[in-house]
């Protein structure tokens, strides 16, 4: 069974950094590119970046380009999203999501909190 | 670039059917066949229902359906079911930054 598992969500200070996880089991992790997507609280989903299975093709919402990065670690079947320079427009539940390969995602973790606090 | 353009709400009958739409340009739905569909209930993480435009992943209901015209996809719901009450979104494979867009979602209703 396919799982994704995110965690690392807090409440941040404005300006302060954050690094988000999601762990992966159930399938070969390496095979499959990875997404994070966001959604602030009452609102719709905003698609924030996109890691090719060998992290060769990484990709970034222009609300995020320069502060946020994106890693993983297919030895330890984990995806990472590490935030900077955070404001109270990051604030959002954050996502990870499996690429099919077709630029659709076809599974999907539960979410951890991102809070950011002025 | 702009999100894609859904209706905000649309509603039906049990055993209706509804379809909604989502409007891009030559950039994202004009140019590519990479169109996906997501339900979202209420507290939950979104669920694939279309990919590809007209695809289904295993396990998704045949009362799903997916289409594109042009710079417009549209998702066709049939034999409306009160479970189907959610929100859902398009989105569409983009050349542009950012690569992918999400549309502002849409709520059905079943009445």
């Known amino acids: 069974e396919v799982q994704l598992v995110e965690s690392g969500g807090d409440l941040v200070q404005r300006g302060g950094s954050l690094r988000l996880s999601c762990a992966a089991s159930g399938f070969t992790f390496s095979t499959y590119a990875m997404n994070w997507v966001r959604q602030a609280p009452g609102k719709g989903l905003e698609w924030i970046s996109y890691?090719?299975?060998?992290?060769?093709?990484?990709n970034y919402a222009d609300s995020v380009k320069g502060r946020f990065t994106v890693s993983r670690d297919n030895a330890k079947n984990s995806l990472y999203l590490q935030m900077g320079s955070l404001s109270a427009e990051d604030t959002a539940l954050y996502y990870c999501?499996?690429?099919?390969?077709?630029?659709?995602?076809?599974?999907w973790g539960h979410g951890t909190l991102v809070t950011v606090s002025s | 670039q702009s999100a894609l353009s859904q209706p905000a709400s649309v509603s039906g009958s049990p055993g209706q059917s509804i379809t909604i739409s989502c409007t891009g340009t030559r950039s994202d739905i004009g140019d590519y066949n990479l169109v996906s569909w997501y339900q979202q209930h209420p507290g939950k993480a979104p669920k694939l229902l279309i990919y590809?435009?007209?695809g289904r992943p295993s396990g998704i209901s045949n009362r799903f359906s997916g289409s594109k015209s042009g710079t417009t996809a549209s998702l066709t719901i049939s034999g409306l079911q009160a479970d189907d009450e959610a929100v859902y979104y398009c989105?569409?494979?983009?050349?542009?930054?950012?690569?992918?867009?999400f549309g502002g979602g849409t709520t059905l209703t079943v009445l």
């Open positions: 999501a499996r690429d099919n390969n077709v630029w659709s995602f076809d599974f």
């Open positions: 590809g435009v007209g």
């Open positions: 989105s569409s494979y983009t050349a542009r930054s950012p690569v992918v867009l």
């Open positions: 890691i090719s299975g060998t992290s060769g093709t990484i």
